[in-house]
Structures are given as C-alpha cells and as structure tokens.
C-alpha cells in the first residue's frame, strides 16, 4: 500500500508504505491513521485511487473531508474489458475525450454521448462509468495546471513498477520486514528522479480556500462558498 503526496512547495513525496491484506478497508485504515497520527490532521483535499472499495471506505472515515478522485487509467480498462475487442479502441478515443474536456460541462455531454453510442447494446460497460461520474470528473474543481497529476494514479504506478519488478520473485524467500526495507529503498531511489508538479504556486490558493471552477480560481464567491468548494 504507497500514498504519495504534494507539499505546499509542489514536490511529491512518498508519505506511506505499508503491506495489508488485500486492499482491505483495516489495512488501508491502518496506513490513513498513521498519517492521521504523523501530523496530517486535516487530511489531503483530494485523493486520487483506483476502485478498490477497502481505500475508499477507510478514507470516508479516517478524513471524511477529503474528495475522491477515481483513476482513469484504471476506469478506462474496466470499462473496455465490458466491450468486444471490435469496439474498444473507439471506446477508449471517447473516454478520453471525456476526462480531457475543457469543461466539467462539456465533460459530462462527452459522457452522455457515449451512454447514446454504448448503452443499449452494452450497459454493462456505461454503467461502470455512470455509477462513479462523479469522482471521476472532481479533478474539474482543482487547478487545470494540476488536472494531468491528478485525473490517474500513474505517479505511484510508474514508479512501483519497478518495485514490483525487482521483489516478484523473491516474495516468497524474504521475511516481510526485509520485504518492506527493500520496496522501501527501492523508491527511495525512484524519488530522486520526481519533478515537482506543474502549477505549483496554485497550492497556495487551494491550501487558503479558494475555489477552483474548471480548473480556473473563482475570486468572488462568498466565504462560505469557498469553504465548501475547497
């Protein structure tokens, strides 16, 4: 299990890594209150992760504030493994064109447009991405600067590749302290080669509780409005 953050400075930093049982909500809960116990009492403002529920759950309770944002590297592949092979690569062209829309509202008619093309003959495929619009397209209330680091979980993906390369196959002769010691220097190594995120000086603003709306800061709405948006 790896979380990796952002500090106000906009450098990404692995924050956690643990082993659990998998994915489970007791395992992810015992990695969110780590954190909890670490310092980070207000928790992150967004959190971006594939579908496994054990995650979600644990973080609706640990820091219920936070808003969700699913993967969608990971949306993408459960919705084309609901369509034949024949459909998938147009498929895919349309989800992309949703989450790279310029708008939230434009977004959303990009997701009407494939429920109208995909949900008859396929509803299984439009239901996967119906049920989770929502947090799928929450990246549209961050800066647009930020919307390429956040709309996937690929900085954890990319770099525990390697990690999962290089501990495969010696899962089974190593003991889990010596497991976790070498996934940990492993990354500790991949660190070196982080770039800070684009638009970092919108953290800022975000931190303060301005509002973002399409991905552009919105100066004039009341406090309470600011509040609820951050």
Known sequence: LVII?????????????????????????????????????AGPLLATGDGA????????????????QRCWFHKMGNVLNALPASQQAKAKAAMQGIFMAATRDDAMAAINRF?????????????????????????????????Q????????????????????RSRNCLSRATFLGLAFKLMEEAEK??????????IGPLLD???????IPVQDDPPEQQKLAA
């Open 115 to 147: 429920i109208t093309t995909y949900g008859a003959k396929y509803p299984k495929a439009t239901d996967k991405l119906v049920q989770d619009k929502v947090s799928l397209l929450a990246f549209y209330d961050f800066p647009a600067e930020h919307w």
């Open 53 to 68: 529920m054990g995650f979600w759950a644990a973080l609706e309770e640990v820091f219920p504030a936070t808003r969700a």
């Open 193 to 202: 080669s982080w770039r800070r995120i684009r638009g970092a000086d919108k």
């Open 209 to 215: 509780g301005v509002p973002f709306r399409d991905g």
């Open 149 to 168: 680091h956040v709309r996937t979980t690929n900085p954890i993906e990319s770099t525990f590749a390697t990690v999962r390369h290089r501990t495969t």
């Open 5 to 41: 953050g952002v500090t106000p400075e906009g450098r990404k930093e692995r924050v956690a890594i643990a082993d659990g049982f998998r994915e489970s909500k007791a395992s992810w809960q015992e990695v969110l209150l780590d954190l909890k116990a670490r310092g980070l009492q």
